[in-house]
């Protein structure tokens, strides 16, 4: 009887141990199989690496372009009275250069004709000789000849009561001066440009203040993006109204100063020529009065 009681006691402690080792398995199956699914999932994510890498090592660089709202051409982009301010700034800008660069030129002309009349014309034998040995448009030409045509005959009967000393003078400072009228010529264009220019500017920097205020006010909020624009069209007006009339004040004053220079050679050319002309006017009419005698 003890015998069947162990025997019992003893299958039922087996089957005791089966169920709960079964239990605990069951239990530890779930867990173990998320831990393998990335081992077998990482075979196949190799791949897929090894395929990005090569692309990863050659960078392709792409340049982005980003428009400027408010830059110099924003200015071009406004409405007519800005389109007009520009023009005519552009307009004076271009004259005032065109002056300046001709006016350079013809001076170094005038500076050159007068080496070669010191040169030449002095070396002559009488003054139709040495005016001839100038150039055609020399101004030292136009006054030699001028003096020339003073001597020779006066036009018109009351012209011939006027003594021949102050008729020559006469003829000789009038050619001084319409060559000294044909060297200021521009230059009232750049005196007008170096005083204006910057009230136009002005005018450009006042009406991008007013679109400036139009715009936050339609706006209904003082936003940067709302004023940036009409704002920095304002002061580009006022910075290329000085552009052009900075230039043209200085080249103004340097070219009234280098007139000033030439026209120093000429009047004493022409003093020279008046003084030659009298005299040989003077020898002359001595030499028929003692003819005549």
Same mark, same amino acid.
């Given at each position: 009887m003890k015998n069947r009681i162990s025997i019992t006691l003893t299958a039922l402690v087996a089957s005791l141990v089966m169920s709960a080792s079964a239990v605990c398995f069951a239990a530890d199956a779930p867990a173990a199989a998320p831990d393998a699914a990335p081992?077998?999932?990482?075979?196949?994510?190799?791949?897929?690496?090894?395929?990005?890498?090569?692309a990863s090592a050659t960078p392709v660089e792409t340049k982005e372009? /980003?428009?400027?709202?408010?830059?110099?051409?924003?200015?071009?982009?406004?409405?007519f009275i800005s389109k007009g301010t520009l023009i005519i700034l552009s307009i004076m800008s271009m004259g005032s250069w065109y002056i300046l660069i001709t006016k350079l030129i013809d001076q170094f002309k005038l500076n050159t004709q007068a080496d070669e009349a010191k040169k030449s014309f002095w070396k002559?034998?009488?003054v139709q000789s040495?005016?001839?040995?100038?150039?055609?448009?020399?101004?030292?030409?136009?006054i030699a000849e001028s003096g020339i045509k003073a001597t020779q005959h006066q036009d018109g009967l009351l012209l011939e009561?006027?003594?021949?000393?102050?008729? /020559?003078?006469?003829?000789?400072?009038?050619a001084v001066e319409k060559i000294q009228s044909r060297l200021q010529d521009g230059l009232?264009?750049? $005196?007008? /440009?170096?005083?204006?220019?910057?009230?136009?500017?002005?005018?450009?920097? /006042?009406?991008g203040i007013y679109n400036a205020l139009t715009a936050?006010?339609? $706006?209904?909020?003082?936003?940067?993006?709302?004023?940036?624009?009409?704002?920095?069209?304002?002061?580009?007006?006022?910075?290329?109204?000085?552009?052009v009339a900075v230039p043209a004040v200085l080249g103004y004053n340097f070219l009234v100063r280098r007139n000033k220079s030439s026209m120093e050679e000429v009047r004493a050319f022409s003093a020279d020529v008046h003084l030659v002309l009298i005299s040989g006017a003077m020898s002359t009419a001595g030499h028929e009065t003692k003819k005549s005698a």
């Open positions: 081992a077998a999932a990482a075979p196949a994510a190799a791949p897929a690496d090894a395929s990005v890498a090569p372009t /980003v428009d400027n709202p408010y830059g110099l051409e924003a200015v071009w982009h406004g409405d002559a034998s009488s040495g005016a001839s040995k100038l150039k055609e448009g020399s101004p030292f030409r136009y009561r006027i003594d021949l000393n102050e008729w /020559v003078t006469m003829s000789i400072q009038r009232a264009f750049l $005196a007008t /440009v170096g005083s204006t220019a910057p009230f136009i500017g002005l005018f450009g920097t /006042v009406w936050i006010g339609i $706006a209904g909020q003082a936003s940067i993006d709302k004023v940036a624009g009409p704002v920095g069209e304002a002061l580009i007006m006022t910075a290329f109204g000085l552009f």
